[in-house]
């Protein structure tokens, strides 16, 4: 079974200011990585996912995360924060035949004027 | 447009007495799952279903039914529900369950039972 770390429950950043949000997994079999992002009052949407092949991969909006299997990780960073990304975000892993998909506990992103 | 839709979103109740959270999808797809969410934990899966006629309990399933007579439909159903059932809940739809198809969530349904 799959588990997923999320230490940070509340990040504040000023705007403008670069973010990280860490997730780290644990698993025995190969996995697919995912974030999703709630916004205030919203259901959780995919914002990026590794599935294989580069494992630096990105979202519209700016955000970026690597995956680093060396440390099972999966962080979640934008270099530059704007307040319309207050939201929480979840980092979650799934196994490839989708038997076990976990959620981190997630992470309150707060970004201040 | 492509959606997942719940009703309530919102629910206040009282324990024992027995009802029900829709979940509707317009996308055909085959695979609905049914979260709760509390703080510090994340979502925790309830119940899922891999196509009509075929449901499995998540990790959570204890206090709820559901039931999948109609590929767009997943109801959650609270016989008799209990103040630990207070949480937000939501519904999610994806083409298959393989790990690599994205999950569409509904708006959520908040339900407090007193």
Same mark, same amino acid.
């Given at each position: 079974?799959?588990?997923?770390?999320?230490?940070?429950?509340?990040?504040?950043?000023?705007?403008?200011?670069?973010?990280?949000?860490?997730?780290?997994?644990?698993? %025995?079999?190969?996995?697919?990585?995912?974030?999703?992002?709630?916004?205030?009052?919203?259901?959780?949407?995919?914002?990026?996912?590794?599935?294989?092949? %580069?494992?630096?991969?990105?979202?519209?909006n700016g955000f970026e995360a690597e995956f680093n299997k060396s440390q099972t990780s999966f962080h979640l960073r934008k270099p530059s924060v704007h307040i319309s990304d207050t939201a929480e975000y979840?980092?979650?892993?799934s196994d490839l035949e989708g038997q076990n998909f976990v959620f981190g506990p997630g992470t309150r992103l707060s970004v201040l004027p | 447009e492509a959606q997942v839709t719940q009703n309530p979103r919102y629910l206040i109740t009282v324990t024992g007495k027995k009802l029900t959270v829709t979940c509707s999808q317009n996308m055909n797809h085959e695979y609905m799952s049914w979260y709760r969410q509390d703080p510090g934990l994340g979502l925790r899966q309830i119940y899922y279903?891999?196509?009509?006629?075929?449901? @499995?309990?998540? @990790?959570?399933?204890?206090?709820?039914?559901?039931?999948?007579?109609?590929?767009?439909?997943?109801?959650?159903?609270?016989?008799?529900p209990s103040p630990n059932q207070t949480s937000l809940y939501f519904c999610a739809s994806s083409l298959s369950r393989l790990g690599l198809d994205e999950q569409y969530f509904g708006p959520g349904t908040r339900l407090t039972v007193t």
């Open positions: 079974a799959q588990s997923v770390t999320q230490l940070d429950s509340q990040v504040p950043v000023f705007e403008e200011a670069p973010v990280e949000l860490r997730c780290n997994y644990s698993s %025995s079999v190969s996995v697919y990585l995912f974030w999703y992002v709630q916004y205030p009052n919203q259901g959780l949407q995919l914002l990026l996912k590794y599935l294989s092949g %580069s494992t630096l991969v990105e979202s519209i979840f980092c979650a892993v | 279903s891999m196509n009509v006629e075929v449901t @499995d309990k998540g @990790d959570v399933p204890e206090g709820y039914k559901v039931s999948r007579k109609e590929k767009r439909n997943f109801p959650l159903i609270l016989e008799s």
